[in-house]
């Protein structure tokens, strides 16, 4: 039986998350907890709720945090939007497709899937073709930022489309907010989910949401309830007073993460400090930077360079080498996590995350010195040399 | 819009939850972030199934802290132990009676409510009629300590009962864990779900569940798929390797809340330093001092003395004050939550908890003193003068 106090090593996090967590939110973790219900408290959900929309780029009342993970961020657009007997069109290019199309069966409705290949954007084509053949379908649900393969698709376009054949849109952010351009309102996107732990920088735990009033129209007049009671929105909007001004009067539902929201409020005041277009600019120099290292090392990328999202990077393991060897290595001698491949990936592919406060210049060169170390320790057929060199020139220029 | 970093007042936390939070808890939560995937954190993981099977008292393997607040560990309970069509035998005696009774029917089944006074225990024998007129009940779901009212129901015969019933047992455990004797194995429990924020005194955002391998049989065997992709145990328990044992190959489901986790392992590997025990012989001997001195100060208990839990006081305002004004002033004067009634109690009840770290001599004295300050400046009907000593006094007895 354990008895002593869990003392975690200190690590550079650079896989798909979560990514390097600032002091200054850590130390906001740390603060005292209140009472759920304490004026105090409300007034940060305000707060909260006030900086989220910010970040997303949308007046939605409805835009808090959903007190669970990412996936449980999934499931409430899912659970409230989703009745028995609908259709909805989902995108799959990467494991959160296949977890999307899950939600959508587990609601009742059916999944009418359009397949890409692993690692390539959704096409707008492809799905337009799906909309016109399922003139029943209510909802067009795909993943923003595939956080499996490093695919950047286009949401604009997207939403234009489904905006076009009246249906919804549920989309995936959760590797997207607060590393590249999104837009909630000016594109229109009904429903949309984040996570903290990538671009924001703040611990995993919570998904913040967005919903438009085309979408809370819906959960309102829906024939069946919804199925999860702890996702139900119509609850949750009275907890966050979303259907209200700031400061309206909150109904108890459940009790919020008050430390974890304290976090993830100081992880949005940091983000409005540096300005949203800031960080995206950050985001894509890092990622210049990186990219400019891997490839002098003769790494090949996964997806196509017009395709691919600056903040998860994807590159193939040399043939012959031992990818887990790799990683394992890399964690044991130099402190440092990348993430493995996962489904048609696995054992193939690594994912370079350059997330939120891992998106600095130490952390690439930390990054592109370590593999290059460990890769010309074994024999690995990588150039040899001129790797930190290359993302030096490239963060000058 | 917001650009200034929140930092909250310093609150004594008396109310029904949150309670106080222990600085060395404060202290683990802010250690830095690493990896869910990280051999460490699998290895924390692993440790944190053993502390949660010391607290439950449990030799059950799928014994984990579910990745959200106690009312998702309520509906992880029910979204995978209840099957369409199934009945369940929902006892009622406060708010998460009704909760459970909503639970049971968004999963399709049928509740059939066993109705009990607001501020009374759940009694076997009408439980005992229910199980009998219904043998085609599948499980009996009841709170053993209610948070709304401070009402202790008898876990250990109601559990006999349903296992005579050859039904599962479903136990809201949230006030409990850590509060008052608890006994899963013992007892015979199936299905048990607590919170982090109230007897264990860790941040709210967290969930400790344990199944018996009876209920992990049930979900196993299901006809239809768990309605919750985040909650279904089948993929939680791989994530967990729940099935498995220690260090048995973890598959990826969700993000863990990894610093919620560090604030949950310390706070078990304080319960365990003080042994579960002694954790429960003090809160009952703070609850005896405070009894005494709320008393002495006339004040009424809502729930008879055989049926009351230490951890959680529920009194009635006297005739004439306005119960809310008072802990607006409390909370202003004194920086002391305690909590409102909820429900049928609303406006005329307070709860004042000694929960966890909250259960302490001093926050006893800071509570008794500050109240009948406020108190007799109202002329409220109260016996002055005495409270504090009378306290004073069951202490040192």
């Known amino acids: 039986m354990v008895t002593e106090s869990f003392r975690p090593p200190v690590r550079t996090l650079m896989g798909p998350g979560p990514s ?40 939605n009342r409805l835009t808090i945090p959903v007190s669970a993970p990412g996936s449980a961020g999934m499931e409430s657009a899912f659970v409230n939007l989703v009745e028995p007997g609908d259709t909805v069109i989902v995108c799959r290019n990467g494991v959160f ?123 309102q007049s829906r024939r069946h309830p919804v199925q999860s009671w702890f996702l139900d929105l119509n609850l949750v909007m009275g907890y966050w007073g979303g259907s209200g001004g700031a400061g309206s009067k909150r109904a108890y539902h459940h009790t919020a993460p008050v430390n974890g929201l304290y976090g993830l409020h100081e992880a949005l005041v940091m983000l409005r400090e540096e300005g949203l277009e800031n960080a995206w600019a950050r985001h894509w120099r890092m990622h210049a930077a990186l990219r400019a290292g891997l490839e002098a090392m003769g790494l090949e990328f996964v997806v196509p360079e017009d395709e691919r999202l600056p903040q998860l990077n994807a590159v193939r393991a040399p043939e012959g080498v031992d990818e887990a060897a790799v990683r394992a290595e890399l964690l044991d001698r130099f402190n440092l996590e990348i993430g493995a491949g996962l489904g048609d990936f696995a054992g193939k592919v690594w994912r370079i995350g350059l997330m939120g406060h891992s998106a600095r210049a130490e952390n690439v060169m930390l990054c592109l010195g370590a593999l290059e170390a460990v890769l010309a320790a074994r024999d690995a057929p990588i150039a040899n040399g001129a790797a930190t060199a290359a993302a030096g020139a490239a963060l000058a220029g």
């Open 97 to 219: 497709g296949s977890r999307m199309k899950e939600n959508v069966e587990r609601c009742g409705g059916t999944a009418v899937m359009v397949e890409f290949d692993w690692g390539r954007a959704v096409r707008p084509e492809q799905v337009e073709e799906a909309l016109a053949a399922h003139p029943e379908a209510t909802a067009l649900a795909f993943v923003m930022a595939e956080t499996s393969t490093g695919a950047w698709s286009p949401a604009r376009e997207l939403c234009e489309l489904a905006r076009r054949y009246d249906c919804l849109t549920i989309v995936d952010a959760v590797t997207a907010l607060g590393g590249i351009p999104l837009e909630v309102d000016a594109w229109g996107i009904d429903a949309i989910y984040a996570g903290t732990q990538k671009c924001l920088s703040a611990p995993p735990g919570l998904s913040p949401v967005s919903f438009s009033d085309r979408a809370v129209a819906r959960v």
């Open 20 to 59: 390097d967590v600032h002091p200054r939110m850590l130390e906001a973790m740390a603060r005292p907890t209140i009472g759920h219900l304490d004026p105090c408290f409300v007034g940060m959900m305000d707060e909260l709720k006030g900086l989220l929309q910010y970040a997303f780029r949308t007046e």
